[in-house]
C-alpha cells in the first residue's frame, strides 16, 4: 500500500519564478492538505482540498493555490517567488471527516 | 501569542531515563490533540493521539489537562532511537480538520 508521495524532492528556484509541487495521497484518501515547513519551525497550514476545491485556508497570500484532481491527487503552486518561501512543503492525506493526517516526505524549496 | 507553544529545548537525556515535556495551547475550543515525531530532514509522522483520560503506548505516556490547557508528553527508559523532534498538535472542529502545530521539542538522548 502506497503512502504518500510528492514530486520533486528538491528544488532550486530564483526570485519571481513560479514553482508548482505535485502530490499523491494515500490509497482510500480523498483529502489533501498542505502545510509549509521553515526551518526550525513547525508546519503552518496552508489550505485544504476535498472534492476538487479548497476548503479551508491557512493565512498564506494568493501567490500560493492549489488544485485538487479527480484522483485525489493535488498540485501547490507559488508564483512570484520571495526569498521567504524557502522551506520544507508537505502534502498531508486524510480520509473525508477523519483527523488522523499521513505526510508525504515533503518538497525542499530553496529560492536563490 | 501562538495558538500553540513549546519548548524547542533541546532536551538532553541519558540513555535510559525519563523526559517530559508540555504543550501549551491557548484555544479553549480545542477539541483533539496529537503528538507527532520528526526526524531531521524528514516529515512528521504520528505517534500517538492524546485523549482526556491519558493514554499510554509502550514506552510514552501522553496526558491531557484542559482546565490549565496543556498537553504532555512523557518518555520513559529513552532510547538513542528517541532522538527527534516531537510536535503537538491541536485540532478545532469549528475550523475544519487543519492541524495546528507547534515549533516542536527537540530531544538528543545520549549514551
Known amino acids: 500500500d502506497a503512502g504518500v508521495t510528492q514530486s520533486p524532492t528538491h528544488l532550486i528556484k530564483t526570485r519571481g519564478q513560479q514553482v508548482t509541487l505535485r502530490c499523491s495521497p494515500k490509497?482510500?484518501?480523498?483529502?489533501v492538505s498542505w502545510y509549509q515547513q521553515a526551518l526550525g519551525q513547525g508546519p503552518q497550514f496552508i489550505f485544504q482540498y476535498y472534492e476538487e476545491e479548497e476548503r479551508q485556508r491557512g493565512n498564506f497570500p494568493d501567490r500560493f493555490s492549489g488544485h485538487q484532481f479527480p484522483n485525489y491527487s493535488s498540485e501547490l503552486n507559488v508564483n512570484a517567488l520571495l526569498l521567504g518561501d524557502s522551506a520544507l512543503y508537505l502534502c498531508?492525506?486524510?480520509?473525508?471527516?477523519?483527523?488522523?493526517?499521513?505526510f508525504g516526505p515533503g518538497t525542499r524549496l530553496l529560492v536563490l | 501569542r501562538k495558538e500553540v507553544e513549546q519548548d524547542p529545548g533541546p532536551f538532553n537525556v541519558p540513555e535510559g531515563a525519563t523526559v517530559a515535556f508540555n504543550c501549551t495551547y491557548s484555544n479553549s475550543a480545542s477539541q483533539s490533540f496529537f503528538w507527532y515525531r520528526q526526524d531531521c530532514r524528514k516529515e512528521p509522522k504520528l505517534l500517538m493521539s492524546v485523549y482526556s483520560s491519558g493514554n499510554e503506548d509502550g514506552r510514552f505516556t501522553a496526558q491531557l489537562n484542559r482546565a490549565s490547557q496543556y498537553i504532555s508528553l512523557l518518555i520513559r527508559d529513552s532510547k538513542l532511537s528517541d532522538s527527534a523532534t516531537y510536535l503537538c498538535?491541536?485540532?478545532?472542529?469549528?475550523?475544519?480538520?487543519?492541524?495546528?502545530f507547534g515549533g516542536g521539542t527537540r530531544v538528543l538522548v545520549k549514551p
Open positions: 498538535v491541536v485540532i478545532r472542529k469549528a475550523a475544519g480538520n487543519k492541524l495546528t
Open positions: 490509497s482510500g484518501h480523498d483529502t
Open positions: 498531508a492525506s486524510s480520509a473525508q471527516g477523519k483527523e488522523t493526517q499521513y
